[in-house]
């Protein structure tokens, strides 16, 4: 479960460049850029929420 809470970490920290990129060169992406902003923001909570259930999982894991 940790292996995989740091797995979803890496994915957060991954779409967090991307949504600095998006928000810094939104001009690039035209009227896109909104919605990619909110995809990196949605995909960002899911992936947190994620790590957190494994993490809690892994410390339920390692008290059996």
Excluded: D, P
Excluded at 13 to 29: F, M
Excluded at 44 to 57: D, G, T, V
């Amino acid at each position: 479960y940790e292996e995989t809470a740091k797995e979803m970490q890496g994915k957060v920290e991954e779409h967090k460049k991307l949504l600095s990129q998006y928000e810094a060169k939104s001009y690039l992406y035209g009227k896109q850029a909104q919605r990619f902003k909110e995809h990196c923001q949605t995909l960002i909570n899911a992936y947190e929420k994620a790590a957190e259930a494994n993490l809690s999982m892994a410390a339920m894991h390692r008290q059996m």
